[in-house]
């Protein structure tokens, strides 16, 4: 009677995997015997299809935002002065911000002039709703070359003037 049993269910699951998969008869799971390729194909699609969105709606979702902060240090550089020569230095500067914008690789970049080859504040994580054109912020960090512009990464610490 056991036996019987056993028969029955096998032919039922094999029926239902033609209703999901389509094909031939599958065995299932018996003592001794492996997954069938169907189901193990099944959860591979499964786990890629996860992995998948993840990956892009974790690609593509906002930056997250940061308001700039007050302060009183008064012993700043104006971005104007720095230079080529400071590169590598860990300094505070300052600034008027002319525009603002992002690419791929920054979620912000302050600009204090259009001209090429002057410093810009880049920041890889963070947007700063608040930061609007006319703005004096300023900023603690090494200068480095960043192509053809000197930059500092603000990385969540943007400061107003005081």
Known sequence: MGASLGYKFDR???KLYKQIFGG???????PGQGVSSGILFGLVVVI???LLGWFLFGMYSSPP????RATSTPSCVRWDLISSSDIGDYLCVYGTVKEMD???Y???IIRFSQAPSKLIFVDAKYNY???SSGDCVM???TIMQLESNLAIDINGDLYECP
């Open 12 to 14: 039922e699951l094999n």
């Open 106 to 108: 920054y979620a912000t």
């Open 65 to 68: 935002t940061v308001t700039i």
């Open 139 to 141: 900023v603690k960090g």
């Open 24 to 30: 031939g008869d599958r065995t299932f799971n018996r």
């Open 48 to 50: 890629l299809l996860i």
């Open 129 to 131: 709703p608040d930061l």
């Open 102 to 104: 992002s690419n791929a």
